[in-house]
């Protein structure tokens, strides 16, 4: 009797599974679903096909590093976007003039455009130049706070790249009353708060810096 009973309630269970799966409805969404013998293809747009859109990218992570500070500069001037020519003709993903590329010994400016390798190499021999140029301005003001922001190299050399390093001498030493704002409306001081304390004192100062090409 008892295996009877347990029988027949395990017999109605499956029935009412059975029933239920069967009345269960799945809704398929065109471009969302997997047939069986479907496979996942991830595609990653390239910037031809970004081009003319806003695109939301998160910066990786990488700390208060060298690396960090020009990833930072990076997006802070174009995005990232490697081919970004903006309307006064700075160019690269760290949106350098012609002039500077020159000062540096990139003269090939279609090449530098389409190799990202060469953009970063500029960069760092820039940041190996300026703090040459402002090696007494970043020894002598780095701890100061003018007009509310500390004074940092990494703040500096990356107002350098903004606006020049004459520009960032005239703001040190006007204790921040001679200001800068470039075609945007950004200005120096905002370079300097937001580049503030990276870690770039492995980048020798160097007057005669240059991209070295392979």
Not at 125 to 153: D, F, H, M, P, Q
Request: hydrophobic content about 35%; aromatic content about 14%.
């Amino acid at each position: 009797m008892k295996k009877f009973i347990f029988f027949t309630g395990l017999l109605s269970s499956l029935t009412l599974a059975i029933v239920g799966f069967s009345s269960f409805k799945i809704d398929k969404v065109d471009g969302f679903h997997l047939g069986e013998d479907e496979v996942i293809n991830y595609h990653v747009p390239t910037e031809d096909e970004t081009e003319g859109f806003e695109v939301a990218t998160k910066v990786p992570y990488v700390g208060k590093t060298y690396i960090g500070f020009r990833q930072a500069v990076a997006y802070k001037e174009s995005r990232g976007k490697s081919k970004l020519v903006n309307p006064y003709g700075y160019m690269g993903k760290y949106q350098f003039g012609k002039s500077t590329l020159r000062a540096v010994g990139v003269y090939d400016f279609e090449n530098f455009l389409n190799n990202v390798s060469i953009q970063d190499k500029a960069f760092k021999a820039l940041v190996a130049k300026n703090k040459w140029i402002l090696r007494k301005e970043i020894e002598a003001y780095s701890g100061r706070v003018i007009n509310g922001v500390e004074i940092t190299e990494s703040g500096i050399v990356a107002a350098a790249h903004l606006s020049g390093a004459g520009s960032v001498k005239k703001y040190l030493k006007s204790n921040g009353r001679n200001g800068f704002k470039d075609g945007f409306g950004t200005s120096l001081r905002s370079y300097i708060k937001k580049f503030a304390s990276y870690d770039i004192s492995h980048i020798k100062a160097d007057k005669n810096a240059k991209v070295k090409m392979n």
